[in-house]
């Protein structure tokens, strides 16, 4: 009996001669006790009741062997030996928790086998966007059908066309631009005609997407969606340099639709198309576009359908009189709703989006939208010609609309041969002007200072072969920052990018900054180097520009744009070599992201500072920059 209780109890003690196991219950000497202990044991098992078993027999003698042959219990009754068995309601209690953890354990199995199934197809079915952070590439265009001669597309002396846009949906914009090529290195008629293309490369690599050719060099190429609100495919308008206007889809490459030459038969096209709000209700925004006439100054503004290329209504012709550039045009939207085209030559005219549709349609009204007017703007119409408002007439040479601060209209910005005039757009009066003699290039917007203002970076003549770039406070024309570089350049693009902090990072083109240009102010003299480096200056660090790239081509246009994943900035610049003839030898597109250039740029030292700018400190601050996209104009 001690044997049993001992292995039920699980007791260390004498070993028994069936187990093994010491027991030290079978030292005691009371056998009464270890009776009582056995029945009360059985009695738990069920095998005893009342010291007689179930069926009514004596009980068992005190042994293993007795208790093990005296009778064949019922098979729930039979219990591994050493261990006791349990009650019936244990058992059920066993299955119950048996089943509610198998349950378990299948439910989370499932959910388990369902995530992960969830997650293979967003791996493989979602592509992942691209990381831009070292995606620099250059590209050379035309070099695999034999020796070219690429003739550079500068009508009016204006650079290259080029655009961004995300023609593929990767996330990242890709580059469009025109050239025209004549093989054998002819010119003109002389071996064969010279041909023009508009070509898409990939801003991942500058592969190309697509290639379409065209009837003629282009002035301008835009990329935009002509249906306001929505997710619909991107549209390239492609201007001509005589008498083509073309959209094309920018996915494809494929024309939509072609504006019909012969609307413009007694004239060219003058400037780039300008879109219009939805003027014939179609849901597509619509275009305007001005011919000059071929025999006369006559300038013509002819409606184009967004939708289709056709044009909305007959052209209407203004009789202009005016010397110099010509000016637009350009949509002006103010802040109660009017519209205005601005236009001129050497001087600024607007005529009402209105007064353009009612003759155009030969018809008295004109929709809700074009009915508004800006009585400030209206003060200003010429007594001669009633449908012409004089905006501003002294000697203009560039015109660019800027965001206004605290305000859903714009300011406009008037280079003149004299300087440079900011004019308030409420009311067309002068908010500043700036005295400043050589400029010649559109300012570049971005922010300098700390006043949430657009401030401008301008580059001016400033002696053979050197030039300054001059910084201008956008909120009193005051110079903020200049600094006189080499160039021998007339013209090199500058861009600008903003920061998340809502400041902005210049750009711009000039001869290397060795250490005798920055120690002497007079270095006119020097013979250019033929490599030009990319400088770029962060408002925090005036003193210190950082070299970011260089390169012995022509820079001929630049753009910057912004991943807006990544918050990165990349530039995209489009280099020509010159020949000894003068002949454009290649054509070479270049992309940099603005990051990796930041971090691997060297430092140039402008001017001693106290304390001393170390290099350590300001790649701390440029590892901490973050590009987003805000455009400036409106």
Same mark, same amino acid.
């Given at each position: 009996?001690?044997?049993?209780?001992?292995?039920?109890? =699980?007791?260390?003690?004498?070993?028994?001669?069936?187990?093994?196991?010491?027991?030290?219950?079978?030292?005691?000497?009371?056998?009464?006790?270890?009776?009582?202990?056995?029945?009360?044991?059985?009695?738990?098992?069920?095998?005893?009741?009342?010291? =007689?078993?179930?069926?009514?027999?004596?009980?068992?003698?005190?042994?293993?062997?007795?208790?093990?042959?005296?009778?064949?219990?019922?098979? /729930?009754?039979?219990?591994?030996?050493?261990?006791?068995?349990?009650?019936?309601?244990?058992?059920?209690?066993?299955?119950?928790?048996?089943?509610?953890?198998?349950?378990?354990?299948?439910?989370?199995?499932?959910?388990?086998?369902?995530?992960?199934?969830?997650?293979?197809?967003?791996?493989?079915?979602?592509?992942?966007?691209?990381?831009?952070?070292?995606?620099?590439?250059?590209?050379?265009?035309?070099?695999?059908?034999?020796?070219?001669?690429?003739?550079?597309?500068?009508?009016?002396?204006?650079?290259?066309?080029?655009?961004?846009?995300?023609?593929?949906?990767?996330?990242?914009?890709?580059?469009?631009?025109?050239?025209?090529?004549?093989?054998?290195?002819?010119?003109?008629?002389?071996?064969?005609?010279?041909?023009?293309?508009?070509?898409?490369?990939?801003?991942?690599?500058?592969?190309?997407?697509?290639?379409?050719?065209?009837?003629?060099?282009?002035?301008?190429?835009?990329?935009?969606?002509?249906?306001?609100?929505?997710?619909?495919?991107?549209?390239?308008?492609?201007?001509?340099?005589?008498?083509?206007?073309?959209?094309?889809? +920018?996915?494809?490459?494929?024309?939509?639709?072609?504006?019909?030459?012969?609307?413009?038969?007694?004239?060219?096209?003058?400037?780039?198309?300008?879109?219009?709000?939805?003027?014939?209700?179609?849901?597509?925004?619509?275009?305007?576009?001005? +011919?000059?006439?071929?025999?006369?100054?006559?300038?013509?503004?002819?409606?184009?359908?967004?939708?289709?290329?056709?044009?909305?209504?007959?052209?209407?012709?203004?009789?202009?009189?005016?010397?110099?550039?010509?000016?637009?045009?350009?949509?002006?939207?103010?802040?109660?709703?009017?519209?205005?085209?601005?236009?001129?030559?050497?001087?600024?005219?607007?005529?009402?989006?209105?007064?353009?549709?009612?003759?155009?349609?030969?018809?008295?009204? /004109?929709?809700?939208?074009?009915?508004?007017?800006?009585?400030?703007?209206?003060?200003?119409?010429?007594?001669?010609?009633?449908?012409?408002?004089?905006?501003?007439?002294?000697?203009?040479?560039?015109?660019?609309?800027?965001?206004?601060?605290?305000?859903?209209?714009?300011?406009?910005?008037?280079?003149?041969?004299?300087?440079?005039?900011?004019?308030?757009?409420?009311?067309?009066?002068?908010?500043?002007?700036?005295?400043?003699?050589?400029?010649?290039?559109?300012?570049?917007?971005?922010?300098?200072?700390?006043?949430?203002?657009?401030?401008?970076?301008?580059?001016?003549?400033?002696?053979?072969?050197? =030039?300054?770039?001059?910084?201008?406070?956008?909120?009193?024309?005051?110079?903020?920052? /200049?600094?006189?570089?080499?160039?021998?350049?007339?013209?090199?693009?500058?861009?600008?990018?903003?920061?998340?902090?809502?400041?902005?990072?210049?750009?711009?083109? +000039?001869?290397?900054?060795?250490?005798?240009?920055?120690?002497?102010?007079?270095?006119?003299?020097?013979?250019?180097?033929?490599?030009?480096?990319?400088?770029?200056?962060?408002?925090?660090?005036?003193?210190?520009?950082?070299?970011?790239?260089?390169?012995?081509?022509?820079?001929?246009?630049?753009?910057?744009?912004?991943?807006?994943?990544?918050?990165?900035?990349?530039?995209?610049?489009?280099?020509?070599?010159?020949?000894?003839?003068?002949?454009?030898?290649?054509?070479?597109?270049?992309?940099?992201?603005?990051?990796?250039?930041?971090?691997?740029?060297?430092?140039?030292?402008?001017?001693?500072?106290?304390?001393?700018?170390?290099?350590?400190?300001?790649?701390?601050?440029?590892?901490?920059?973050?590009?987003?996209?805000?455009?400036?104009?409106?």
């Amino acid at each position: 009996m001690a044997t049993v209780l001992s292995r039920a109890l =699980k007791l260390p003690g004498k070993k028994s001669p069936d187990l093994g196991e010491y027991d030290p219950l079978t030292q005691a000497d009371s056998d009464e006790s270890e009776d009582d202990l056995v029945l009360n044991l059985q009695q738990k098992n069920g095998g005893v009741k009342n010291g =007689k078993s179930a069926l009514g027999d004596p009980p068992e003698p005190d042994s293993d062997a007795d208790v093990a042959g005296a009778s064949k219990p019922h098979l /729930s009754e039979v219990t591994p030996e050493g261990f006791p068995s349990e009650p019936l309601g244990g058992l059920e209690q066993k299955a119950t928790s048996s089943l509610v953890s198998y349950v378990r354990t299948s439910v989370f199995l499932l959910t388990l086998v369902i995530s992960m199934v969830l997650v293979l197809l967003c791996a493989f079915l979602i592509p992942c966007p691209p990381r831009d952070l070292h995606s620099t590439w250059s590209r050379r265009l035309g070099s695999q059908g034999g020796p070219f001669c690429f003739i550079m597309c500068t009508p009016g002396g204006d650079l290259s066309p080029l655009e961004l846009a995300d023609v593929n949906r990767d996330g990242l914009r890709d580059v469009l631009l025109t050239f025209v090529t004549t093989r054998n290195g002819t010119e003109g008629g002389g071996g064969s005609q010279p041909t023009a293309d508009l070509v898409c490369l990939s801003g991942m690599n500058g592969s190309t997407l697509w290639s379409s050719p065209l009837p003629e060099e282009a002035q301008d190429v835009t990329c935009l969606d002509l249906i306001p609100g929505s997710v619909a495919k991107t549209i390239c308008l492609v201007t001509g340099t005589r008498k083509m206007l073309s959209a094309f889809n +920018a996915t494809s490459g494929k024309i939509l639709w072609t504006l019909n030459p012969n609307y413009l038969s007694n004239g060219t096209l003058a400037a780039p198309v300008v879109v219009l709000p939805d003027l014939d209700e179609d849901g597509v925004r619509d275009l305007v576009v001005l +011919a000059i006439g071929e025999l006369q100054p006559d300038l013509c503004f002819l409606l184009v359908s967004g939708r289709t290329g056709s044009p909305v209504g007959r052209p209407v012709k203004y009789n202009i009189v005016g010397v110099g550039n010509l000016i637009g045009p350009q949509v002006y939207i103010t802040a109660s709703g009017a519209v205005y085209i601005l236009f001129g030559f050497g001087n600024i005219q607007a005529v009402a989006l209105r007064d353009i549709f009612v003759q155009a349609q030969n018809r008295d009204s /004109s929709p809700p939208s074009l009915q508004i007017e800006e009585p400030e703007w209206e003060k200003h119409r010429s007594v001669n010609l009633s449908e012409l408002i004089d905006v501003y007439s002294d000697g203009v040479e560039l015109l660019q609309l800027v965001k206004a601060p605290d305000s859903n209209s714009s300011s406009l910005l008037i280079t003149t041969r004299q300087g440079l005039v900011l004019l308030r757009g409420q009311d067309l009066t002068p908010h500043w002007k700036l005295n400043l003699q050589g400029l010649r290039s559109q300012p570049t917007p971005g922010y300098f200072t700390d006043d949430q203002t657009l401030d401008f970076l301008l580059q001016t003549q400033d002696g053979v072969g050197m =030039k300054k770039m001059t910084v201008v406070d956008g909120s009193s024309g005051s110079i903020v920052w /200049s600094y006189r570089v080499p160039c021998h350049v007339k013209e090199t693009p500058t861009t600008s990018a903003i920061t998340s902090d809502q400041k902005s990072v210049f750009l711009f083109w +000039a001869e290397a900054l060795t250490a005798a240009s920055l120690s002497s102010d007079d270095s006119s003299g020097a013979e250019p180097s033929g490599l030009y480096h990319l400088y770029l200056l962060h408002p925090a660090f005036p003193s210190v520009l950082l070299d970011l790239s260089n390169t012995t081509g022509i820079v001929t246009a630049a753009e910057v744009g912004v991943n807006d994943i990544w918050k990165d900035a990349f530039y995209v610049t489009r280099t020509t070599g010159m020949s000894p003839e003068g002949h454009t030898t290649s054509l070479v597109v270049s992309k940099l992201s603005l990051r990796w250039g930041l971090m691997e740029g060297q430092m140039v030292q402008l001017k001693e500072t106290t304390p001393k700018i170390g290099r350590g400190e300001l790649r701390r601050f440029l590892s901490r920059i973050k590009f987003v996209d805000s455009p400036y104009q409106m």
